[in-house]
């Protein structure tokens, strides 16, 4: 864990290359990526099936590679009542919260008498990878499947690595409305959903994180699909002053170092006794957590202390550019105001970012790696689409082609200037290229 004060006057360049710094990501996993995809795209379900066995320790037929509707049924029943419910609070809260970030459709006649406007109309198909490995993520699934549901999608196609899925995972996938499930994952599962395999068939986009191997193969075929974006290590900043509860304030860093050894967690505070209290009470909290490995290794490698004046706070975090900021303080609006670059914002002393992780509504799926300077989390918009309107009568296009042909020909586009210039009953200049 680094320790920095903002009045140090190397601290500009030593805070810049400590966020500056990688993490998490293993060498060559490009290349490893491609040939998976390749292979894919060579041999279809065959692929699938060699690698379950390779890198999954798996062996699947074709037959194995879906799970059925009673499979779905039989795991959510086994899961544990009150998780269920927990699933369904969240399940309704997360479908209301993306509810209300429908868009519109719009018509209207400008002052030329165009008539202009826009349509939003939802995806076909869209595939949801679900991480397998450390834990189960019954919270990824309605993360990504409920917007995608709420917005109309029709064909909704969940991966999953395979092996025994959890009872929580399949009842978040029947809560979420998901009945398409394959025991497939990796950067071959990202492979399938963009080509197609075997029964597995291509998606439009592809939404949910997974591994680097995950991240790399979402990478590489965009374009062919739409992807959410690429997924790094957690982050977590809490802005906090001196009245908080050290151990409260620990507790929320650790809630992102537990997720990963590459997450990154970051305290600032105005008070020095304060940030020696939060990182006692890390240490005391680290030794009895079943993820304490991870998120010790987190909070040595990449977790830092920032002491600076509360008023400066907004400027490091739009700095760090978090996929998480806290601002636990007493008048947090303030502060959190004045941040331009943050994927989810919390509020107070009450609200602690495993809200948003869980059952708060907003979406977790968050830009990393300081994306949130130009990207936001997931919504209900990342499974729509905005199609452009236009209708002209003879009125109007007789005002708008004049310029047209003007620029028409301007770019030595004597086919678009003839477009509109026949409609006037008239010649465009001929093409002298």
């Known amino acids: 864990m680094r320790r920095f004060q903002v009045d140090d006057a190397d601290f500009p360049t030593a805070f810049a290359a400590f966020l500056a710094e990688r993490r998490g990501t293993p060498p060559d996993v490009e290349n490893a990526v491609r040939d998976v ?73 400008d002052d030329v008498g165009v008539q202009l406007g826009w349509r939003w109309t939802p995806l076909d198909s869209v595939g949801i990878y679900v991480p397998g490995g450390r834990a189960a993520y019954p919270s990824t ?15 909704v196609a969940m991966v999953t690595p395979p092996g025994r899925l959890q009872p929580a995972v399949l009842a978040a996938a029947q809560a979420a ?115 304490g490995e991870d998120a010790r290794a987190s909070w040595r490698d990449h977790g830092a202390v920032v002491i600076a004046p509360l008023e400066a706070s907004p400027a490091l975090v739009d700095q760090i550019a978090p996929e998480h900021v806290e601002f636990a303080v007493e008048a947090p609006e303030a502060l959190a105001d004045r941040v331009r670059h943050a994927g989810a914002i919390f509020l107070g002393r009450h609200a602690p970012e495993a809200l948003g992780d869980y059952v708060a509504g907003s979406n977790h799926v968050l830009p990393t790696s300081r994306a949130a300077r130009f990207s936001s989390g997931l ?15 003879e009125a109007a296009f007789a005002v708008l082609a004049p310029p047209t042909i003007a620029l028409a020909e301007a770019e030595g586009l004597p086919a678009h200037a003839r477009s509109a210039a026949i409609r006037l009953g008239q010649r465009a200049q001929p093409d002298r290229t």
């Not at 320790?57 to 194995?64: A, F, H, S, Y």
């Open 177 to 291: 409305g998901v009945r398409e499930i394959w025991r497939v994952g990796g950067a071959q599962a990202v492979a399938a959903l963009a080509y197609g395999a075997g029964p597995i068939k291509p998606v439009d986009k592809i939404v949910g994180p997974g591994n680097a191997f995950v991240t790399a193969a979402k990478r590489q075929v965009y374009g062919v699909v739409g992807i959410d974006a690429l997924a790094g290590p957690s982050e977590i900043v809490v802005v906090a002053d001196a009245r908080n509860d050290p151990e409260w304030i620990a507790a929320d860093l650790l809630s992102q170092a537990e997720h990963d050894p590459a997450a990154q967690s970051i305290l600032i505070t105005d008070d020095p006794a304060f940030a020696a209290a939060v990182e006692i009470a890390v240490e005391r909290q680290l030794g009895g957590l079943t993820t």
């Open 379 to 393: 919504s209900l918009g990342d499974f729509l689409k905005r199609t452009s309107i236009v209708k002209c009568d």
């Open 37 to 109: 995809i390749a292979a894919v795209r060579t041999e279809g379900v065959e692929a699938l099936l060699r690698f379950a066995r390779a890198f999954d320790g798996v062996e699947l037929t074709v037959d194995d590679l879906r799970l059925g509707d009673d499979e779905i049924a039989e795991g959510a029943a086994a899961c544990a009542p009150e998780v269920r419910e927990a699933i369904a609070f969240a399940a309704k809260r997360i479908r209301d919260y993306h509810e209300r970030q429908r868009p519109a459709d719009q018509r209207f006649v």
């Open 141 to 155: 699934v309605l993360m990504n499947a409920v917007p995608a549901v709420a917005a109309g999608v029709e064909r």
